[in-house]
């Protein structure tokens, strides 16, 4: 499904141990906003076709930014496809009831609401328990509860589906297991242990991306830069700007001409999606060739 995530904040003070916080911050334009503003979100969301999905996830906490929930209401009320992806961290009570409310009837496999605690090991590192925290987390237990809504789900970045001690009273069961990657060897595989991440990847063949055949899973930073998607954490591909720029416009233009160029072909490693695990190969060494039907992928034998 064609998406775009929504960075609402750069630098996230959860620090979670699996995101490259460094790399972003390091790459971002000096002197750029760091922080998405309302009219901002307004101007971009009224360029997105509508069958865009429109993710609240990118690479922070969306509700760091104090208009996160303003600009997830503008979204819904304009019958915008809307998936959520927060740790709470930020999101008051009181917003997260009224969500829940009025928007909850919208949660599904294609627009999910996934919930990311903290785990018992600590991975989310600037994590503090609080009331505050408590109170909102338990609004949507409680909607889990009386009603499971198919695409609420919960995680956390514990090996063992462990949450924090000071949360687990509160759940009722332990969560999936979880296994990181390496967001494109954006991270430095010494500060892990053996285990912790998948195994590094290398694609020689002609690939795509796993989400999408058409690189259309993007996202967006505050400052209106569009990156391939949310593994670009240092910038490598930014496709253009959704503040002076059409959103078809991003997919006519040099960057996204070079994305589809290299992954037509074998080349030194420039193009991220050589190290993704969510990369597909058009030709398999097995033998299975991949073939596009709609916006998924199907393996077939040769």
Not at 66 to 94: C, N, S, W
Not at 164 to 187: K, M
Not at 217 to 244: I, Q
Request: hydrophobic share 40%.
């Amino acid at each position: 499904m064609p998406t775009l995530e929504i960075t609402t904040k750069l630098g996230c003070s959860l620090a979670c141990r699996f995101c490259p916080q460094d790399r972003l911050v390091k790459s971002y334009p000096r002197g750029e906003s760091r922080e998405l503003s309302f009219d901002e979100f307004r101007l971009v969301l009224a360029k997105l076709p509508a069958h865009v999905r429109v993710d609240f996830s990118g690479m922070a906490e969306p509700w760091l930014n104090p208009h996160a929930t303003a600009m997830v209401v503008h979204a819904f009320e304009l019958g915008r496809k809307v998936a959520i992806y927060t740790t709470l961290q930020g999101m008051p009570a009181d917003d997260a009831a009224m969500l829940i409310e009025r928007f909850s009837d919208r949660i599904g496999w294609e627009t999910p609401w996934v919930i990311h605690l903290p785990d018992r090991h600590g991975n989310m590192t600037g994590w503090k328990p609080s009331p505050a925290y408590h109170a909102t987390l338990a609004r949507f237990i409680a909607l889990r509860r009386e009603r499971a809504p198919p695409g609420l789900m919960f995680m956390t970045m514990s090996p063992d589906g462990e949450a924090a001690d000071a949360l687990r009273p509160l759940l009722e069961a332990r969560l999936d297991r979880f296994v990181g990657i390496s967001r494109v060897e954006n991270l430095d595989r010494s500060e892990f242990s053996p285990g912790e991440l998948l195994r590094q990847v290398r694609h020689e063949q002609a690939l795509l991306c796993g989400s999408t055949p058409f690189f259309d899973h993007n996202a967006m930073l505050p400052n209106g830069d569009v990156v391939l998607c949310c593994m670009d954490y240092s910038r490598r591909h930014v496709l253009g700007n959704l503040f002076r720029q059409s959103y078809a416009e991003l997919f006519a233009g040099a960057g996204m001409a070079a994305v589809r160029a290299r992954a037509m072909t074998i080349d030194d490693g420039a193009l991220i999606c050589r190290h993704c695990h969510n990369a597909v190969c058009l030709s398999q060494s097995d033998g299975t060739h991949w073939r596009l039907q709609g916006d998924a992928m199907w393996a077939a034998p040769t």
